[in-house]
C-alpha cells in the first residue's frame, strides 16, 4: 500500500509539473529551423511567418538556418533535441517523408510532433529568361541533338527541386542525356543559373519570382494565375505520377512534446497563417495556404510518408 501512494505520488507530480510548464510556456526565445540556406524558397516563407508567429505565441521567434544533406542535417540535429516547444522546424514533404526513406538518417515516421501545416504550393521547371528555351518542345530537340550537354540542378539529391526536374525531363524522355548539379540550397543554385552553369532549375513561385527567370511548365492540376501561358505538365505530355508535385510544409517539433505546449504552438500558428501580414506575403509571393491543424497534419503526414515510396520509384531513388 505504501509502494502504491509513493508511486501514484510521483505520477501525479509529473502530471502537474508538466501542466506547470504548459502554463508558463513560452519562457524564452523559440527558434524556427530553416533546413536550407538563406535565400531559399523555404527560408523565404519561414521569415514571412515568423514575426507573426511571435506576435500570437507572445514571446520572441528568431529564425535559424542549418543547410546540408538536402535539409536531413537540420532535421537530424532537431529529432535529438529535448521536446520542450522551443526547437521547431519548418519541414518539407522531402525532408520529413522522403529522404528519411533514401538515406541512412536517425530519424522517422514516428521522430515528430507534428505542429500544422503552412502551406501546399506547385513547383514549376524554369529557366534564366535570357535561355533560348521557350518550350519543353525546345528542350527535347537541343537535348537530343546533344546529349550530356545540358545541366539541371537542385538543391540536393531527393529534395523537391531534385523530383521536380527529374520528373520533368523523366516525363519527357531526356533524363538519361542530361547531368545533374546538387546545391546546398535553392539559393545557391539560381545564382548559378543565373551565371549560366546550369540551365535548369524547378522550384515554387515564390522562389522562382525572386530572379529574372521564365517557366516552361507547371506542376499542378491547372495553369496558375500569375503565369497563364505556362502550360501544365500534363500539357505538355508527362503523364502521372510525375505531372504533379506540390512542396507542402509545416512545423515539427521532437516527438514527445507535451500536448498542452502543442495545443498552444498549434493556436499561433493558425493565428499567423490567418494574419494580415502573412496572407499578404502568400498573395506576393504566390505561396498557397494550406493550413492544417496538429492532429489532422499529423494524420496527413503518416500517409503522405507511406505513400511517397511510389513517387521515390518513379525518382529512381
Not at 505546449?261 to 499578404?280: I, N, P, W
Request: aromatic residues 10%; proline residues 6%.
Amino acid at each position: 500500500m505504501k509502494m502504491k501512494y509513493l508511486i501514484s505520488t510521483a505520477v501525479a507530480a509529473v502530471i502537474a509539473s508538466s501542466a506547470a510548464m504548459a502554463d508558463g510556456f513560452p519562457e524564452r526565445p523559440i527558434n524556427l529551423i530553416a533546413p536550407f540556406n538563406a535565400g531559399g524558397g523555404t527560408d523565404l516563407l519561414l521569415r514571412g511567418l515568423a514575426p507573426h508567429f511571435a506576435e500570437a505565441i507572445g514571446s520572441e521567434v528568431f529564425v535559424s538556418n542549418m543547410a546540408g544533406g538536402s535539409g536531413t542535417v537540420a532535421a537530424s540535429a532537431l529529432q535529438g533535441q529535448r521536446p520542450d516547444g522551443y526547437q521547431l522546424a519548418y519541414m518539407s514533404i522531402t525532408v520529413s517523408t522522403i529522404q528519411p526513406q533514401i538515406k541512412d538518417v536517425p530519424y522517422g515516421l514516428d521522430s515528430w510532433t507534428p505542429i500544422c501545416s503552412v502551406a501546399a504550393s506547385p513547383t514549376l521547371l524554369f529557366v534564366a529568361n535570357d535561355s533560348p528555351f521557350q518550350t519543353a518542345e525546345d528542350v527535347v530537340e537541343a537535348v537530343k541533338a546533344e546529349p550530356g550537354k545540358y545541366v539541371y540542378g537542385s538543391s540536393g539529391p531527393g529534395a523537391m527541386t531534385h523530383l521536380t526536374t527529374v520528373a520533368a525531363f523523366a516525363g519527357l524522355g531526356i533524363l538519361d542525356d542530361m547531368k545533374h548539379l546538387p546545391f546546398q540550397g535553392s539559393g545557391p543554385a539560381i545564382k548559378e543559373l543565373t551565371a549560366g552553369n546550369i540551365q535548369f532549375f524547378g522550384d515554387t513561385e515564390a522562389l522562382m519570382q525572386r530572379g529574372d527567370f521564365r517557366p516552361l511548365m507547371v506542376f499542378n492540376d491547372t495553369r496558375l494565375e500569375n503565369f497563364p501561358d505556362t502550360p501544365t505538365a500534363t500539357e505538355v505530355g508527362i503523364e502521372a505520377p510525375l505531372n504533379e508535385l506540390y512542396l507542402w510544409g509545416g512545423l515539427f517539433a521532437p516527438a514527445g512534446l507535451e500536448p498542452d505546449v502543442t495545443a498552444k504552438l498549434e493556436a499561433a500558428c493558425e493565428a499567423s497563417v490567418a494574419s494580415d501580414g502573412f496572407m499578404e506575403f502568400a498573395n506576393n509571393s504566390g505561396t498557397v495556404i494550406n493550413y492544417r491543424g496538429a492532429a489532422e497534419f499529423d494524420a496527413f503526414y503518416r500517409a503522405q510518408y507511406q505513400s511517397n515510396s511510389s513517387l521515390i520509384e518513379a525518382a529512381g531513388l
